[in-house]
């Protein structure tokens, strides 16, 4: 307690004023605001949004032209609702003469940070950021860590896949008190991480979904059930109903959702009601729209594309930005008080969802919970739709596996998929996440 007052009081304050960054400014600002009413947020959510598109039309290139193209101009936005007459942008737009044509010629080189996204989709994306957005993301993830009963300085451990080592990270790191488990490691090093988590008990356990499931199923299989950690945030991927009971009673935890990414940064999380994530409102802007490209809303109670504005990032502004993810709209009020619109929930990427010879799409849900009945047979699955008419099932199986059981998957699936879907079953001995430590079960490649 007395680090954490410490912390807060004292070493934050004074290095945002020497370093000339303003993330404990921005945090405490976001502190205050999140209690404010919804209309409140939604007058702050405009001011930000016109400002930003005025921006971006006088010295961003691409939004210059595909506003002209839209006939749209910034004084035509004078409600949230007129945000729909923006055009939305794809991936695709930013990598066109990328960084010149997508970045703002008002912001000076030195203020630009370069990053990029792991490509799990198959399609690596590189942007820039700058030291608002970068201030103003990390404020939002602290904000959502309090959602969870964390206090800033305590201990918290990452089960995560690349951790930049330059020394200023070191020591922010050493600072925050935060450590970095590697998540492609966990089958060979799942003991290894028991004993230290044990040993060191943090508050919260941050980590992608599936390699949080799989360290919980280890320690379920081998009995061991001493660790008890207040809070687990998933991020990164799909958190499955069956996961959350999973972790929580592997864990002895609470189980938080949460939704982002690494362009836009984080952009939505569970509160302490866990009943739908709060859209970190004051920094987004979240519409759902459905494949004819109507705004869904939380009556319609269906998914949708999730189209994102970042109101903090100048550099290279994201606005309307497709991020190829899928999501359900809320219509409801959360009853822990705060004013931050909900996300009823996350449903995955567009490459977590298969194509169906009949041009339907089928949701990765409909494999886990269809694989969920082989658990005495498989150890893992993995979909990969290669063609339309083609998928890959890579399956690691137990010693009960049989013929039998595999016809009754391939007539299972093409029951959902149609006779004109072709299936070929791989036996592997280990399904390897991805380059970025990501393990993904469905996985489109067309």
Known sequence: MIY????????FPVATCILGRKFWPRFKELQKSQWLPRKKIEEMQLEKLQCLVKHAYSSVPLYKQLMDK???KPEDLRCLSDIEKLPIVTKDDFRKGFPERCTSKAVPRKDWLFDSTSGSTGSPFQFIRDYNFSDYSLANTYRTYTWTGM????KSVFLWGAHKSTLPIKLLDGLLRRRFMSSFD???NYRRYYDELLRDRPFMLEAYSASVTHFAKLLKKEGLKSLHIPAVISSAE????ENRRLIEEALHTKVFNRYGSREVGNVAHECEKRKGLHVNAESYIIEVVSRDGKVLKGKDKKHGRLIITNLTSFAMPFIRY?????GVPSDRTCTCGRGLPLLENIEGRVSDFILMPNGKELSYLFFNYFFEQYGAYLRQFQVIQDRKDHLLLRLVVTK???????????RGIKNKTGRKMRLTISKVKRIEPEKSGKTRPVKRLI
């Open 322 to 326: 497709d991020t190829e993810d899928y």
């Open 151 to 154: 206090k800033i300085g305590n």
């Open 186 to 188: 966990v089958e060979i």
């Open 4 to 11: 954490e007052f410490f912390l807060q009081k004292c070493i």
């Open 238 to 241: 799909t958190l499955y109903p």
């Open 400 to 410: 009960k596996y049989n013929l039998e059981k595999e016809g009754e998957i391939i």
């Open 70 to 72: 839209a006939k749209v």
